[in-house]
């Protein structure tokens, strides 16, 4: 069982929709979550950075971290095509390298 | 704005070729890291160094792979023979704190075929 689970998708939306992804986690000691956006290839680049559980909230994205669940979430209101590309959550624990989720694509149609 | 520079960005080889990829990082980051991403998969770690130390090569096939950072600043990652499974991105990441805490920058990647 991998650490970091994430549905691959494709998850296809019209424009405007309200758009929620999701990761669950296995490893407790996991303190740092984030999600990077990699459009097609391309490297990743950051998105969200949370530290430990609770929301956040940066424009039309937001984070949530559940550690009781193990379950991190991130929503994005009205999504727009430019958005269309891969989400990976990616979480860790102090100076370990970060464990990536398989990626999430999303397709928003205009 | 700075960036993570990678070389060549596509590179196609036969089986049992040797292939080197380099990595230039973000000035000032002693963290590098070296991920490989397979299609429709996530990242995952090949080799962490901090400066010039190995921090993390637990997941490199140590038989095939090798990578070193010899002053410290560019990074070269090398696959010795190459073989049909290594087809993958690999991807050069830096920052400026080591591990999770840090914000990882990424290079654009190079895309190895194997034929």
């Known amino acids: 069982q991998k650490e970091v689970e994430q549905d691959p998708g494709p998850l296809s939306v019209p424009e405007g929709a309200i758009v929620s992804l999701n990761c669950t986690y296995s490893n407790s000691a996991f303190q740092y979550f984030m999600w990077y956006r990699q459009y097609s290839r391309k490297g990743p680049e950051l998105l969200m950075y949370t530290y430990s559980s609770g929301n956040k909230e940066d424009g039309r994205f937001t984070a949530q971290v559940d550690k009781s669940s193990k379950y991190i979430s991130l929503f994005i209101r009205d999504s727009q095509p430019s958005d269309s590309a891969t989400y990976l959550c990616a979480m860790g624990t102090g100076r370990r390298a970060l464990t990536f989720g398989s990626g999430t694509r999303l397709q928003v149609q205009p | 704005e700075a960036e993570v520079a990678q070389s060549p960005r596509y590179k196609i080889t036969e089986k049992s070729q040797a292939v080197a990829f380099w990595c230039d990082p973000i000035?000032?980051?002693?963290?590098l890291y070296w991920y490989r991403q397979i299609l429709g998969q996530g990242p995952e770690l090949l080799v962490q160094?901090?400066?010039?130390?190995?921090?993390?090569d637990s997941q490199l096939p140590k038989d095939r792979f090798s990578a070193e950072r010899l002053k410290g600043v560019d990074s070269t990652l090398k696959i010795q023979p190459a073989e049909l499974g290594d087809s993958a991105m690999y991807l050069c990441?830096?920052?400026?704190?080591?591990?999770?805490?840090?914000?990882?920058?990424f290079g654009e990647g190079s895309r190895l075929t194997v034929l």
């Open positions: 990441a830096s920052s400026s704190i080591q591990g999770a805490t840090g914000e990882l920058f």
């Open positions: 160094f901090q400066d010039e130390s190995v921090v993390d």
């Open positions: 000035s000032g980051h002693a963290t």
